[in-house]
């Protein structure tokens, strides 16, 4: 029965590209419309056909962690990106259209992220081995979608091009105070203090990103004008000239987002400006999948345009600019897979073989869904007032993009 | 009674800026901090001040059109400037925070913009005299906001700005098909056929506006690349490479959006790429000011960026670029107020004297709104494919904005 369900299943969704399939009763069969790069995939076990038909968007992951869904021919890149292409098109049986509402509805639950929790989620990824990040990120580590100019810039310029245009929408003038919601390892916090003259608050819950920052800024003797502290976004106080933002909201949670917005308007000088910068998803709201918020981003979410729009509505603030930029993470994350691959046996040797598997798949599926699913990166540029921000973007782009 | 109303009213709604309110029993007040612009009115007679207590947003206009609501010192716009800018502050009565949400109800209603109806509320507007446009237009009658790229920048400069930027943003070649869907007088799509080469067909429910936009393009020798037809958006046929919107979405009303996006989606080709430039209100979602809805657009609708973005979600669409232009239209306004009044002898000869006093609040109100108030106007630049429009904006504004 499980064996006819998936079949079923597979033959709907899979309407493009070339896909064998090998049960563990050694039957194989064929999927898909015989173009595109050839794959062939090993399911080892009926736990797993059946958990691949109850729960698809968990199952692919945890099977390929456990090594119960084996790659034979072709890459895992080119499985999911087979996935992602045919899943806007296919015709969906009943209990696949039922699951992203049923889990739409409970979202709200599974995004509580109260301080505690907030802490609690944030640990679980971002407190994982410094070394680790070392291994696939650029220099800077800067772990957000880079801005690639040029389709060959290399990974460090595009994250140097992203800082700079982030800067540029700032309208940065020396000795502004500016506060970093989410601010990692400290990176944007010291481009923005070195180059900008900007005095920079970054606020992190991860232990590690904390320590790593503080180090830094010492290393580059920047102490005077820029200080981290382990704070809950909801907690900061004071004013700040500039806010930014950055692969951070990610994190709030949809039932948190009156309260984020809120928070940026009450900390934003009159004539300040925020920036934020964030992963979108442009079609109807969907759940976060499942095996990304049990592996990855518990209490992640990914919003979209309507969802945030309503909550920065609410605030009173403008949205004075969107940026949507799409491929750039897919491009991105290219980068960290290859750099990933180059050090796989350094990551095994910090980990394991199952560790590396995870990690592979979390950034292949997100490669695949930047480009071929509908995820992008939203920039907003918001103010309190109406004239905060130039009346055209002829600045952003005469000035040649650099730090004044 | 309504004299105490009216007042409770006004001393909770005017905290800023100064006021003397003499009513028709010869009292007068004063309200306001007493800073800015001097503001004297007289009220003729109690009737209006009932009707200014129980439907202020729609008394205030009517009003004034009948000569009831005088203003012996200072002008229009500094009376309804004052209003607007005081409205965000204020702390609302119970009647006046129920009502909005009153209207938001009913809203779907009043909106119900079905092909016969839309057609009759187009003509209730833009079937007016075509010598009332000409009083107060630039010359090419560009009945939506300028680009102002400097501020001294012309009427006529900023809407030839704005028809360089949005035919930037369509990315046109020679030969492309583009439908320009509620297209006025014709004059974007003349443009884009003799500044790009583009062969346009404009759509437009007003038989005056589709008879004068012919006989412009046969005066120009473009009857080979423009055609006009009065024609509702829902019955366009054939595929398109580009589709351009300007100031047309603000009469698809609310429950038409979905069928509106879906309409793009099935006219543009796969590789399209589409223009919408709409009037937006960046505040939670508020029913149409009934007196405009009532003497200026019916059926009209301001939408919140929410709004759009949740019906653009589910067709399919992608937002490739999202600009938030702010102020233009205050500007754009008061250029229109000043050629109004230096021919409001012209438009009184044409109509009489109270429908020079209906325009000259509809102007007025609109400037102030967009200058004090929540409104902006959005260009929606859409596709359906995620790289059919660059992956930076670098090509928006390394040309210079000009005419290839």
């Known amino acids: 029965m499980w064996h006819s369900a998936l079949d079923l299943m597979l033959r709907r969704l899979l309407q493009h590209g070339q896909l064998r399939l090998s049960l563990p009763d050694g039957v194989t069969r064929t999927y898909g419309d015989g173009h595109g790069a050839a794959l062939h995939v090993q399911l080892k076990d009926n736990a797993t056909v059946r958990h691949l038909v109850l729960r ?15 790659i034979e021919e072709g890459s895992l890149q080119g499985l999911l990106g087979m996935i992602v292409a045919n899943r806007d098109d296919a015709p969906q049986i009943w209990w696949q259209r039922a699951l992203p509402r049923l889990r739409t509805a409970v979202r709200r639950f599974s995004q509580n992220n109260a301080a505690l929790r907030a802490r609690r989620n944030v640990a679980h990824h971002y407190d994982l081995s410094d070394a680790l990040y070392d291994l696939f990120l650029d220099p800077d580590r800067q772990y957000s979608c880079g801005y690639f100019r040029d389709p060959t810039d290399t990974l ?13 929408k700032l309208r940065l003038t020396p000795g502004m105070r500016v506060l970093d919601i989410g601010c990692g390892w400290g990176g944007m916090a010291r481009t923005l203090a070195r180059d900008y003259g900007a005095e920079v608050l970054g606020i992190t819950l991860s232990e590690q990103q904390h320590a790593y920052a503080q180090a830094e800024a010492t290393r580059a003797g920047l102490d005077d004008r820029v200080t981290y502290r382990l704070c809950d976004y909801r907690d900061v106080t004071g004013e700040f000239d500039r806010i930014v933002s950055v692969g951070m ?7 948190h987002y009156r309260t ?31 095996w990304i918020a ?11 345009l309507s969802e945030v729009a309503s909550a920065i509505e609410r605030s009173g603030l403008w949205v004075a600019d969107l940026e949507c930029l799409r491929l750039h993470y897919a491009e991105t994350l290219q980068h960290w897979i290859t750099q990933f691959e180059q050090n796989v046996d350094k990551v095994q040797a910090l980990y394991d073989a199952r560790f590396v598997r995870m990690w592979r798949f979390y950034l292949a599926a997100c490669e695949v869904t930047f480009r071929y699913g509908r995820q ?3 920039q907003f540029q918001l103010s309190r007032q109406i004239d905060a921000v130039p009346l055209t973007r002829d600045y952003l782009y005469q000035s040649g993009d650099m730090p004044t």
Chains 1, 2 share one sequence.
Do not use: S
């Not at 698809?56 to 456990?66: I, K, R, T």
């Not at 460090?156 to 540029?168: F, G, L, S």
């Not at 049990?294 to 979209?304: A, D, L, R, S, W």
């Open 56 to 70: 698809p968007d968990l199952a692919v992951g945890e099977a390929y962690m456990n090594g119960t869904l084996v």
């Open 260 to 290: 984020y917005f809120d928070a940026i308007q009450d900390r934003l000088k009159p004539d300040g400006i925020a920036l934020i910068h964030t992963i979108g998803w442009m079609a109807r709201p969907d759940a976060t999948n499942p």
């Open 376 to 378: 992008l990166v939203f």
């Open 294 to 304: 049990k592996y990855i981003f518990p209490g992640g979410y990914i919003p979209t």
């Open 156 to 168: 460090a310029q595009a994250q140097i091009n992203k800082k700079t245009h982030i800067a540029c």
């Open 249 to 255: 909201f990610e994190h709030v949670g949809l039932p």
